[in-house]
């Protein structure tokens, strides 16, 4: 198997099906050497989404460690999100940055991966229906993830599709969106992060491709920006899913080489 590591994954300490348990175990059938547990950075607005105590997160991730060392390798990951960063940065292995909300100007949090109808409620209450005005928030805090918070890995960096899988509220190819997405990505590529390609699109079967975009994972091939592949799985049924499928689609668009995981740092692995 050409991906031998898997770095976004959740379990049922934050908003994950499965127990950490259940997951490894299928980590080590599906084949893999290394496994990231990345539960969400504790989040007081929204308790029933992100872990609830950080130090129980992280002594759970050492007993799990301890219990299956020698049959696969945990590491010690959170995704983080801008509006909650992690309190103990030098205890993980890595950070995968992401955004899941946007923050009003009293102090209110929006998700922005939810339904379309909380993206619609957003829309209309927070930015007076201007579409172009809250993607380019939504950019620009993908942006302040990658410059003030400096992750090792950039999260679904286009999860703002999430609700659009029939062009529902904006296009794709309009020029207004790409110019706010190339650029973003442009900005985000700087700090020399590795971008996931997140494949959960295809599990949900959101009638989307893949987190970013073809368009955006070629202006990342252009840019000479690492990537890898995650499956940002929630259960053990996604946590192979559509992992080749997105090594054939990287293959056509000219990616040569992955990021892989292996024993505490990343390593490149041939296509």
Same mark, same amino acid.
């Given at each position: 198997?050409i991906v ?5 994954n959740?379990?049922?300490?934050? !908003? ?5 348990? +259940?997951m490894?175990e ?6 893999? @050497?290394?496994f990231g ?8 607005f !929204? ?6 105590d950080e130090?129980? $997160? ?5 007993e799990?460690?301890?219990?299956? +060392?020698?049959?696969?390798? &945990?590491? $010690?990951?959170? +995704?983080q ?10 205890? $993980? *292995?890595?950070? #995968?940055g ?7 100007n009293? %102090?209110?949090?929006? /998700? #922005?991966?939810?339904?379309?109808a909380d993206?619609?409620?957003t ?7 201007? /579409?172009?005005?809250l993607?380019? *928030? $939504?950019?620009?805090n ?10 090792d890995?950039?999260?679904?960096? *286009?999860v &703002?599709?999430? @609700?659009n899988? %029939?062009?529902? =509220?904006?296009? +794709?190819?309009?020029?207004a969106y ?20 997140n494949?959960?699109?295809l599990?949900k ?13 070629k ?9 890898? #592949?995650? @499956? *940002? ?10 992992v !080749?499928q @997105? ?13 892989? =995981?292996?024993d %505490?740092?990343?390593?490149?692995r041939?296509?």
């Amino acid at each position: 198997m050409i991906v031998t590591s898997t770095l976004h994954n959740h379990c049922d300490m934050c !908003d994950g099906r499965c127990s950490a348990e +259940e997951m490894i175990e299928a980590a080590i059938s599906a084949g893999f @050497t290394d496994f990231g547990l990345s539960c969400h950075s504790y989040a007081p607005f !929204d308790l029933d989404y992100s872990i609830k105590d950080e130090a129980t $997160y992280l002594h759970k991730l050492a007993e799990l460690r301890k219990k299956y +060392e020698g049959r696969i390798r &945990i590491a $010690y990951g959170a +995704e983080q999100d801008l509006f909650a960063p992690v309190r103990y940065r030098d205890a $993980y *292995d890595y950070i #995968i940055g992401s955004v899941h909300y946007l923050r009003d100007n009293y %102090g209110n949090y929006h /998700t #922005i991966d939810g339904s379309l109808a909380d993206i619609m409620h957003t829309l209309d209450k927070v930015f007076a229906g201007d /579409t172009m005005a809250l993607i380019a *928030d $939504y950019y620009g805090n993908v942006v302040r993830v990658a410059e003030e918070q400096r992750p090792d890995i950039i999260g679904h960096f *286009d999860v &703002i599709k999430k @609700t659009n899988g %029939g062009n529902d =509220w904006f296009s +794709e190819d309009d020029p207004a969106y790409r110019k706010l997405a190339i650029e973003a990505i442009r900005r985000t590529a700087k700090i020399g992060a590795v971008f996931e390609v997140n494949t959960s699109p295809l599990f949900k079967k959101l009638d989307l491709d893949v987190y970013p975009s073809p368009f955006l994972l070629k202006e990342l091939l252009s840019l000479g920006a690492n990537v890898m #592949i995650n @499956t *940002d799985a929630h259960c053990t049924e996604q946590l192979v899913y559509g992992v !080749d499928q @997105t090594i054939e689609l990287l293959r056509d668009i000219g990616f040569r080489q992955i990021m892989l =995981w292996s024993d %505490g740092k990343f390593i490149k692995r041939d296509l």
